[in-house]
């Protein structure tokens, strides 16, 4: 009898042993698949943890918008922010010669801040008090800002309920209950001038 038994398919016993216990090729891949779903998995969660405590712990004052506009002889930008202690709106401003000097009449003041929704007005401010004239040597910048206390907003949240915006409930929670607003700043000049920043004010419930 020869000391190796080996089986028709050419295997030794011992060989035959080991494939019994050896788990198949599909068995080992799909455990292998488990594997990477499981890590995967687990990394996002983790993400999105990350990511929503970012979004919770977020700085009010951090936001900032702008928009730019040329007119005759003069840039324009208006801005607007949040002071972070109050988060009240500061808007801005800021009118710089192109070249050279500048020089610019207004009619009622140099202008004014109306916040809309949609195209519900819900306040206006004026910008620039009674100026009526504005003369810039170069490189001379001329700011003038304007504040909409928070109070003011989250009273037209309460006495516009339907204004607000709610988002569904789910398990990790970004988005907050806001107003969808947008500021609009008129310039008075004799060719009136405009531009608006859409943002959301959020509404704490």
Do not use: W
Not at 76 to 93: G, H, Q, V
Not at 121 to 149: H, K, M, N, S, Y
Not at 150 to 164: D, F, S, V
């Amino acid at each position: 009898m020869p000391a190796h038994e080996l089986h028709p398919d050419g295997e030794s016993p011992a060989e035959q042993v080991l494939r019994r216990f050896r788990p198949p090729e599909k068995a080992r891949q799909k455990a292998k698949k488990k594997r990477v779903t499981a890590f995967l998995f687990i990394l996002n969660i983790a993400l999105i943890t990350l990511l929503y405590i970012f979004v919770s712990v977020r700085d009010p004052g951090d936001q900032y918008l702008s928009s730019s506009f040329n007119y005759l002889i003069c840039a324009f930008r208006f801005s607007m922010t949040r002071d972070k202690e109050t988060a009240d709106l500061i808007f801005s401003l800021t009118t710089r010669p192109v070249e050279g000097k500048a020089a610019l009449a207004f009619r009622n003041g140099m202008g004014e801040i109306i916040v809309y929704d949609g195209k519900k007005v819900v306040l206006a401010r004026p910008l620039g008090g009674d100026v009526a004239f504005l003369r810039l040597g170069p490189g001379e910048i001329d700011v003038r800002r304007a504040i909409i206390e928070r109070r003011e907003l989250e009273e037209y949240g309460r006495r516009n309920p339907g204004a607000i915006l709610t988002p569904r409930k789910s398990l990790v929670q970004f988005a907050k209950a806001h107003i969808p607003l947008t500021a609009e700043v008129h310039v008075h000049t004799d060719r009136p001038v405009s531009t608006g920043l859409s943002f959301n004010f959020e509404v704490h419930r």
